[in-house]
Nanobody
Framework: QVQLVESGGGLVQAGGSLRLSCAAS????????MGWFRQAPGKEREFVAA????????IYADSLKGRFTVSKSSAKNTVYLQMNSLKPEDTAVYYC????????????????WGQGTQVTVSS
């Protein structure tokens, strides 16, 4: 079955960087897009970024453009989220997810989700 395993979260000071990884297994993902979402305590889940498996298209939440970069390694079946200039408001559990076909920002479209990785940014 499909498995998505996130890693790379942790505690970082404001202004610092982290790179999250999402290792995907269980099927061929060639027709899938991969997304990153996050959920802060007491808040709704929000879209962060997404990338097609081919890597030819990416989208970002407007508020995160310029600080976050999504990328992938087909050889490693892994998607990455590079997060720079982190702010305390970036504190959340970050999830990766996969959707068949077109790239989308709606979490409702995604079929499989990882367990999440905690990112905490201290001020």
């Amino acid at each position: 079955q499909v498995q998505l395993v996130e890693s790379g979260g942790g505690l970082v000071q404001a202004g610092g960087s982290l790179r999250l990884s999402c290792a995907a297994s269980g099927r061929s993902f060639m027709r899938y897009s991969m997304g990153w979402f996050r959920q802060a305590p007491g808040k709704e889940r929000e879209f962060v970024a997404a990338i097609t498996w081919s890597g030819d298209s990416t989208i970002y939440a407007d508020s995160l453009k310029g600080r976050f970069t999504v990328s992938k390694s087909s050889a490693k079946n892994t998607v990455y989220l590079q997060m720079n200039s982190l702010k305390p408001e970036d504190t959340a559990v970050y999830y990766c997810a996969t959707v068949l076909g077109r790239i989308t920002t709606s979490g409702l479209d995604y079929s499989y989700w990882g367990q999440g990785t905690q990112v905490t940014v201290s001020s």
